[in-house]
């Protein structure tokens, strides 16, 4: 039985190269946070996983067939990207953009089918914008949009969904929420997760297993446990961090310290 | 929701009924008048099965006027007007850019230039009733461009902005050559100058027949990727994980523009604003879905080409004026009044 998705000797980047050596092997229904520090190659790996780059060696599988390779409607019937900081400036209303997550599946000059509308209704309840349909998404909140945009992806009804920071420019509160309405999906729909996602502290919170990446490798791939550690953290991203635990969750959190020293500092 | 689309398609009925009005006077007009209800006589006489019904009761004088002059002069202003609609709908949803109209890679600098030199060089062709001018003109246009797009590609992709800067900077370069070729032909000075300002005088059903297959062409390829259209409007990556063929998607449509730019301007010089501004009053009217907006700039742009040239005509009769003068003249002021009581965003 084959892995879910498969990656072997992947390089990748665009003229240069960003990643190399990536193997690894992610199951169905598996939560994926990609960690590392600015620039070191999240969302190039995002991008050449959902088949935007091409990969300059090796390849990346999603059941045995090569995702470069599948014809492009096909591909989209099975994995969905939730870019990072879409702007949307066009008057499209709310419902209509989750639609065009159908794209792949309606047929051209065709209008959509009853499960088509099932599918954009079921996506805009479960991410509770059900009461924006109507609304121009060029006026919506920055959480609301991204709200639009999840369901979007939903719409296409992926086995894999890739998401490239989906909390970076929400408030804390519009961060818990989006990122529990990702764990429901992971869940109860057993859609494999791989998230890009800068804040390690919500990285180890929702995802059952992390890649750390660093200096085009991975650095450290495997559970949350094994990945957020001292030793880890701190040759990633320096000295002035200490781990703690989760008072309620107890899993691994990062807690920042100033480089000046206590009394001067504070 | 049900309710809007209905006002959507609405739009196109309401559109359509004003381009037939349109079509009837701009025939009635001229320096032999000749009644509307006559012009819808004389035209229906003419159409086989219909026509049997109908007893001539007019000179026969006016069916030649109307047939030979008035009538290809209004369907080539129509062809034309909706051909440059189209061009700039395709080229602002491509670029996303409210700047883009139909001139911007550089298709009508290469037209233009073309056309120049077959007046300068005093060319003569022949090829189903088409002088040099225009078939220079159309080679010109589509050269143009397929040098933009060779130029603007980088790896397997054409991103948009080296497509915008190859376009802009080319066009100035070929403007310059009309430039040089217009100071050395003193002779023709005239005549280029005439040409390029834009206008139908004098123009038989030979062009019509030569813009028509760009335009059907272009209409169904434009309707076909409406969709990926749209899904591009919201960013090409986006637009790549939803199953659109991008790269291909978007040299289709760029030819498309393009030789829609380059047949328009072929037939009637380079006639400014109408692929600029009737997209954004589509846009207005029925919301950014290319779905819609496609067949509404369609009609938008025939109605404002054929409302252009009746006044072309008629202003200063029996002088014509340039009818590229004449887009810019009144197009500009109605779209700034446009932009000043829409207080949305436009695009």
Known sequence: MPSFLTVRDLACGYQSRVLADLNFEIEQGDHIGIIGPNASGKTTLLKTLCGLLKPQTGQVCLEEMSIHKLNSAARARRVAMVSQEVRIDFAFKAHEVVMMGRHPYVPRMGSPSPHDREQVQWAMEVTGILHLADRLVNTLSGGERQRVLIARALAQEPDLLLLDEPTSSLDINHQIEILDLIKELNRQKGIAIIMAIHDLNLAALYCDRLMLIHQNRVFAWGTVEEVVNLDNIRAVYGQSIMIERHPVYGCPQVVLLSRLSPESGR | MIKI????????????????????????????????????????????????????????????????????????????????????????????????????????????????????????????????????????????????????????????????????????????????????????????????????SGRTWGYVLFTLPYLLVGTCVAIYYARDLNLMLLGEDSAHNLGVEVERVKAILLIVASILTGAAVAASGMIGFVGLIVPHVARILVGPDHRILVPVSILAGAILLLGADILARTILAPVELPLGVVTALFGAPFFIFLLRRYRGPLF
Not at chain 2, 85 to 92: D, E, M, P, T, V
Not at chain 2, 112 to 135: E, N, Y
């Open chain 2, 5 to 200: 689309e209905y006002c959507k398609r609405q739009a196109v009925w309401l559109l359509l009924a004003v381009l037939l009005i349109m079509i009837i006077l701009a025939v009635a007009i001229g320096s032999i008048y000749i009644s509307p209800l006559q012009v819808m006589k004389i035209l229906l006489f003419q159409l086989p099965g219909v026509g049997g019904q109908i007893v001539p009761n007019w000179p026969e004088s006016y069916e030649t006027i109307i047939t030979l002059f008035r009538l290809p002069r209004v369907i080539l202003a129509l062809v034309v007007g909706s051909a440059l609609a189209l061009a700039g709908a395709i080229f602002q949803g491509l670029f996303k850019n409210p700047m883009a109209d139909p001139h911007i890679i550089g298709a009508s600098a290469g037209a233009g230039l073309g056309a120049t030199l077959a007046i300068s060089l005093g060319l003569s062709l022949d090829w189903s009733g088409l002088g040099a001018v225009p078939l220079l003109a159309a080679l010109g246009a589509f050269l143009t461009v397929i040098l933009v797009y060779n130029l603007a590609r980088t790896g397997g992709t054409v991103p948009i902005p080296n497509l915008l800067l190859a376009g802009v900077a080319l066009s100035s370069f070929l403007s310059a050559m009309i430039s040089l070729l217009i100071y050395f032909s003193q002779d023709q000075m005239h005549t280029i100058v005439f040409w390029l300002m834009g206008g139908l």
